[in-house]
């Protein structure tokens, strides 16, 4: 397949969390044979950021201003066998016209931020990435949560047919390599500042590491406004890059996941960072949400935490422990989790009649439950 994209940004993963996952996805895609065309907005914001001016597995089209590139857009178009529009696009409503408005065999919308976008519908605010008509007319809707967010979009925004296409992991860029001094951790996080996501934080790393000065916390991620507030024993790093990011994850027994408020209220919704933690190996202590152990058995696969003291519990495990239930996470993950499951699944997806998807997508919850 040729398949051709409008999203937010691929080239810079530290102003999009999302980045890496969508590069796993084409390197996948890639592999199988398949022709990926992104076209991302060339942003002050994300260019002085970015780790990736090309990618050998994809076509990565910057653009300037919409007007100017919808030419090179139209014919791209003109011979793909899908268009993807997804959220948080800069020029969302403009390339979702174009989409539709092309003689396409599919036309997609994937948001990526599901719970986000009807949080801000259900609140009566504008959702400047989505066509203003809804979502009724592309022929299959895919969302990074799934569970009741799917239903959702069919009441709110009129999609027809809505699957669920998780978050994943790419192997050959997450695995488990020889620890690193500086990552040196009981506990560590990896993760921007989000306020939705700081009591979390403060009552699974940050009170703990006040109740235990002889241990060492480690927290990564951009935007934290007083990190210098924190206990002595907690190191700050304010980025992390992705090529670093399995030197991080292999340098702790114990590593947190922390979801934001509005999307554990939806449930199903795992983050990229909790498949990739999994892939190098590393125990993930994570908040809890309905459907976490749909992608994780807890206490065998994953440790769950709803207080300071159940993760105080969780850091004074046994390390043997701790790397047993990491070596279960990492088989769970490369049996269920990859990025080459996750291509094949929207392969199957784009492929598939119109009216077997919704079978579809049943089956790939019951095969990632086995």
């Known amino acids: 397949m040729k398949i051709v994209i409008f999203g ?46 090309s ?48 003689d396409l065999p599919r036309t997609v919308f994937y948001d990526m931020d599901t719970p ?26 895919l969302s990074y949560t799934g569970g009741a967010a799917l239903d959702q979009l069919r009441e709110k925004l009129g ?7 998780y978050g994943c992991v790419d192997p050959e860029n997450h695995h488990h ?14 993760g921007t500042y989000s306020a939705d996501r700081q009591a979390a934080l403060e009552n699974l790393l940050i009170s703990p590491a006040r109740l235990l000065p002889e241990r060492n ?6 935007m934290y406004p007083s990190p210098e507030s924190w206990p002595a024993n907690i190191k700050y790093f304010g980025h992390v890059s992705p090529p670093e990011h399995s030197a991080f994850y292999s340098s702790s027994p114990l590593t947190l996941n922390i979801t934001r408020a509005s ?3 939806m449930g199903y919704c795992p983050s990229g960072r909790l498949f990739e ?12 949400w309905t459907g976490l152990d749909l992608f994780f058995r807890p206490g065998e696969e994953i440790l769950i935490a709803t207080s300071t003291q159940d993760a105080v519990s969780a850091i004074a495990k046994q390390t043997a422990m701790l790397r047993r239930i990491g070596a279960r996470a990492r088989e769970r993950a490369l049996d269920c989790h990859t990025a080459e499951i996750r291509a094949q699944q929207l392969i199957d997806l784009l492929e598939a009649p119109s009216d077997q998807r919704e079978d579809m997508q049943a089956a790939v919850c019951l095969s990632e439950s086995a």
């Not at 916390?217 to 951009?222: K, R, T």
């Open 177 to 190: 390599v020889d620890p690193s001094l500086q990552f040196a951790a009981d506990l560590s996080y990896l």
């Open 277 to 288: 933690a999994a892939a190098c190996g590393t125990a993930v202590l994570s908040d809890w």
């Open 116 to 141: 986000v976008t009807l949080g801000r519908l259900a609140r009566g605010e504008s959702v400047e990435y989505l066509p203003p008509e809804g979502l009724a007319q592309f022929d299959l809707v």
């Open 8 to 53: 937010l940004s691929i080239s810079s993963a530290w102003g999009n969390g999302h980045a890496t996952l969508l590069r796993g996805l084409f390197r996948a895609l890639n592999k199988r044979g398949h022709r990926i065309h992104f076209f991302e907005r060339d942003v002050p914001y994300y260019a002085a950021h970015r780790d990736a001016e």
């Open 55 to 102: 990618l050998p597995f994809a076509h990565l089209h910057f653009y300037s201003d919409w007007q100017v590139n919808l030419e090179l857009a139209k014919r791209e178009l003109s011979d793909a066998d899908a268009g993807i529009v997804t959220s948080y696009c800069p020029d969302g409503p403009d390339a979702a016209h174009l989409v539709l408005s092309s």
């Open 263 to 265: 999307m554990a209220a």
């Open 217 to 222: 916390f480690l927290i990564a991620g951009a």
């Open 159 to 165: 999609a027809r047919c809505v699957s669920a296409l």
